[in-house]
């Protein structure tokens, strides 16, 4: 007789690692992307695919603050900035130059690095021993004592909403 945990524990991970592939083709369809509206659309794969593997670790509050607050907003906020100004393209700029191959070649080398690290680390024996941060102890830190930061925070984002919305008004005049 057959493990029923067995082939979940197959498909569980093949969908982990497929939605990991797809988060990686996003980041790199938005840093390859010459079009910036093409490019904000890559990295909107590349966040909700970031929101499904904090599913996946079973951090859910983690995946939907990642979903309204990077998907939702910030993205949001890039898209409206790309729309409102004008020439998003310019064929001028040249799609690669030599400063692509050095960078593609510095971060295969971090790649390796860090791929190295890992495998060499020692990871503590009770790492896989479960870790829940109550949600009510969240919030009363974001509301109590981080509350000047966060609202801080509000203030600059508002500030550079208007901020692109005035630049953009002046260059169309």
């Avoid at 990642?66 to 100004?85: K, N, P, S």
């Avoid at 690290?117 to 870790?131: D, S, T």
């Avoid at 009510?136 to 500030?159: C, D, H, M």
Wanted: glycine share 10%; aromatic share 10%; charged share 10%.
């Amino acid at each position: 007789m057959s493990d029923p945990v067995g082939p979940l524990e197959w498909a569980a991970k093949a969908a982990f690692y497929c939605v990991a592939a797809l988060t990686l083709l996003g980041g790199w369809f938005a840093v390859s992307q010459r079009n910036l509206f093409r490019a904000a659309l890559g990295l909107a794969l590349a966040l909700f695919g970031v929101a499904v593997l904090y599913l996946f670790l079973q951090a859910e509050f983690l995946a939907v603050a990642q979903l309204l607050v990077y998907v939702g907003a910030i993205l949001m906020l890039i898209i409206f900035g790309v729309m409102l100004t004008a020439g998003i393209a310019d064929p001028a700029v040249p799609r690669w130059n030599r400063q692509a191959v050095g960078a593609a070649l510095a971060c295969g080398a971090l790649a390796v690095g860090l791929v190295a690290a890992v495998l060499r680390a020692p990871w503590l024996a009770g790492a896989g021993k479960e870790f829940t941060l109550p949600l009510e102890a969240l919030g009363r830190g974001l509301l109590g004592r981080y509350l000047l930061p966060f609202e801080l925070l509000s203030l600059l984002l508002l500030g550079a909403l208007i901020g692109a919305l005035h630049i953009a008004r002046k260059e169309k005049e």
